[in-house]
């Protein structure tokens, strides 16, 4: 069975960086695309980082473009959200996500919120 569990939340000050981890089961990274939301309270949930299947493609929010790096670590099973000059506005619950087929969604398709497999989700807090 598919599984997604997020790790590595925590409260940090803003500036600091932090790597979120998401570890996948019961299918392969080779061929799913994966990717990263986040939810704060009283706000929609958004799309934040997405790998594709191919290895070739990532997207970003504009809102973290430049601050976030998704990375995917096939061997490992696992896919990083290192996230740098955070900020209050970055506190959210985040989750990562992945389709109910293999293959890769597009410019206009990965931030929707139609994916097949969600994890628990794992709490940011940015204060000082």
């Known amino acids: 069975q598919v599984q997604l569990v997020e790790s590595g939340g925590g409260l940090v000050q803003p500036g600091e960086p932090l790597r979120l981890s998401c570890a996948a089961s019961?299918?392969?990274?080779?061929?799913?695309?994966i990717g990263w939301f986040r939810q704060a309270p009283g706000k929609e949930r958004e799309g934040v980082a997405y790998w594709g299947a191919s290895g070739r493609t990532t997207y970003y929010a504009d809102s973290v473009k430049g601050r976030f790096t998704i990375i995917k670590d096939n061997s490992k099973d696992t896919v990083y959200l290192e996230m740098n000059n955070l900020a209050p506005e970055d506190s959210a619950i985040y989750y990562c996500?992945?389709?109910?087929?293999?293959?890769?969604?597009?410019?206009?398709?990965?931030?929707?919120?139609?994916?097949?497999?969600w994890g628990q989700g794992t709490q940011l807090t940015v204060s000082s």
């Open positions: 996500a992945t389709d109910l087929l293999p293959g890769s969604r597009s410019r206009g398709q990965w931030a929707n919120l139609n994916y097949a497999h």
């Open positions: 019961g299918f392969s990274l080779d061929t799913y695309g």
